[in-house]
């Protein structure tokens, strides 16, 4: 649950400096000096920037996993709002035939230039 919610919020941020014109490897090195640091920086921070998107943990699984941290939510009575906006980019992966790539392919969905359709 939470490297999913990770790995949204780093394609968002990654997202956001490619629309504005940043250096993405640039913006990657100060996410790696700050508290954006992550374990999901270090394995998907390149991989979304290059696209390159082999899987070592598929959006399917990631939206299936997800599916169960929010059912144990549900019954414990909490509500998990970050958990559900990831759930919804690795279920909507999976809508766009996208879920056997990585996780880190959620980069497609956040990144301008090359936006999932659909």
Do not use: C, W, Y
Not at 54 to 61: C, D, I
């Amino acid at each position: 649950m939470v490297i999913n919610i990770n790995t949204a919020g780093l394609a968002e941020g990654l997202g956001l400096a490619e629309a504005l014109g940043l250096d993405l490897k640039l913006v990657k090195e100060v996410f790696s000096q700050t508290g954006a640091n992550s374990r999901v920086l270090e394995t998907d921070g390149q991989d979304m920037i290059d696209r390159e998107h082999s899987v070592f943990f598929s959006a399917a699984h990631a939206a299936k996993d997800s599916g169960i941290a929010l059912e144990l939510a549900k019954i414990e009575s909490l509500h998990l709002p970050l958990l559900e906006a990831s759930k919804r980019q690795f279920d909507r992966m999976v809508e766009l035939g996208l879920g056997e790539i990585d996780k880190s392919g959620i980069s497609e969905l956040t990144f301008r230039s090359r936006r999932a359709s659909g």
